[in-house]
Each structure stands twice: as structure tokens, then as C-alpha cells.
């Protein structure tokens, strides 16, 4: 199965500023996925990123909030933008294993102070 | 629109006894189900998946799960549980056929806590 290289692992952010969050796979993938984790709660997808479109984004999440780039097979970014405290989340990207089923990076834990 | 449900939001149990976590979901079309782990401050490691075939399946770590069709359940049970296997668990739903989407969906989770 892909092996997914996310970073930062953690970050403490002011609001108003933005973070860019980073997953590498080791593998060419179609799609890659971007999940919200509240504190406490379960996985939300916010989008799908496919190498050389625009990203599609799930109800309630918008792409002026959370751009994402896709520039190649193997990368994406995720940012984070005009942050505030209800941002605070882990953030973990995901990709789709075939037969291994879909596999996880290690998430990004964000606090915004 | 798919849907998992984890009635239970936190199992307590005694180290060595059995272990049983439920799952139902709702899915239109025919689903691929997994099953999670999160151990605290770690990202999520698949224990096992069910695509098709024996509704029987057998995971990592000594973790099976059950595919009933007819109960729309994938509930996930070990026989003896071990202090390490306290963690929070999610049952997830996603597409067999691609044209539906191939995002996955999931539960609530359920915390598992481990009694010495």
C-alpha cells in the first residue's frame, strides 16, 4: 500500500494567518483526499483533489477557505486560510490503495491561538 | 446518501475479555466497509476491509469483522483484548462502483478503553 508523508505533524498558528499543510506519496495516485478531524469528533472529507482539475469540495467547506493545489501524482497541499480558533482540527490527507483500501497520513494537529 | 452508524461512543473493558464494536450503515449502491484504529495522537491505521466474497473477514492484530447484509451491520470483535488495543475506532463506508463516488464515509467512532 502507499506510504503518505504529511507535515507539519503539528503547528500552533495565529488567527487570521494561513498554514499550508503537505502530503507526499510515494506512489502515483489519481486521487487524494482531504479530511477535518474536530477535536473529539469523527472524519469530515472536505475534498478530492485530481491531479490537473480543480478540486471538489463537499457541502460546507469552500475553496476560498481551503485551497488545495495538485500538481503532480505523487503531491498535495492543503491550506488553511484566515484561520480562526474553530479551525483547530487534525488534518489528514488520504489516498486510495485499490485492494489495500484507502490509506491515511499521519494528520497535521492544528491549534489556532 | 451513505451513513455510518457507532451506537456506542465509548466500551469499557477488562484486559483479556472479549471485545464487540458496531457498525451499521445506509448505502445505495454496494459498499466497500472498513474498519479504523486511532491510538492517541496518531494518524488512522486500517484494520481490515471487506470488498466482497466471505462476509467473514479477518484483520490485523487479532481483529475480525462481520459483513451481514441484511442487518447493514460490519461490527468488528476481538476475542481477548490487550491493554495496547485502547484506541478510538471508525467504521467506514465507501463505494464499490466508482461512479458513485469515491470518497469514504464515517462514523462517529467509538473510544475503547482498556481496564487493567
Known amino acids: 500500500s502507499a506510504v503518505i508523508s504529511q507535515k507539519p505533524s503539528r503547528d500552533i498558528c495565529q488567527r487570521g494567518t494561513s498554514l499550508t499543510i503537505q502530503c507526499q506519496v510515494d506512489?502515483?495516485?489519481?486521487?487524494m483526499f482531504w479530511y477535518r478531524q474536530q477535536p473529539g469528533q469523527s472524519l469530515t472529507l472536505i475534498a478530492t483533489?485530481?491531479?490537473?482539475?480543480?478540486?471538489?469540495?463537499e457541502s460546507g467547506f469552500v475553496i476560498d477557505k481551503f485551497p488545495i493545489s495538485r500538481p503532480n501524482l505523487t503531491f498535495s497541499t492543503l491550506t488553511v486560510s484566515n484561520m480562526s480558533p474553530e479551525d483547530s482540527s487534525i488534518y489528514l490527507c488520504?489516498?486510495?490503495?485499490?485492494?489495500?483500501?484507502?490509506?491515511f497520513g499521519s494528520g497535521t494537529r492544528l491549534t489556532v491561538v | 446518501a451513505q451513513s455510518v452508524t457507532q451506537p456506542d461512543i465509548h466500551i469499557t473493558v477488562s484486559e483479556g475479555a472479549s471485545l464487540e464494536l458496531r457498525c451499521n450503515y445506509s448505502y445505495g449502491a454496494t459498499p466497500y466497509l472498513f474498519w479504523y484504529v486511532q491510538s492517541p495522537g496518531q494518524g488512522l491505521q486500517l484494520l481490515l476491509k471487506y470488498f466482497s466474497g466471505d462476509t467473514l473477514v479477518q484483520g490485523i492484530k487479532g481483529f475480525e469483522a462481520e459483513f451481514k447484509r441484511s442487518q447493514s451491520s460490519f461490527n468488528l470483535r476481538k476475542p481477548s483484548v490487550h491493554w495496547s488495543d485502547a484506541a478510538e475506532y471508525f467504521c467506514?463506508?465507501?463505494?464499490?462502483?466508482?461512479?458513485?463516488?469515491?470518497?469514504?464515509?464515517f462514523g462517529g467512532g467509538t473510544r475503547v478503553l482498556v481496564k487493567p
Open positions: 467506514a463506508v465507501g463505494a464499490v462502483i466508482k461512479a458513485a463516488g469515491n470518497k469514504l464515509t
Open positions: 506512489s502515483q495516485v489519481t486521487m
Open positions: 488520504s489516498v486510495e490503495g485499490g485492494t489495500y483500501g484507502y490509506t
Open positions: 483533489a485530481n491531479q490537473g482539475s480543480e478540486a471538489t469540495y
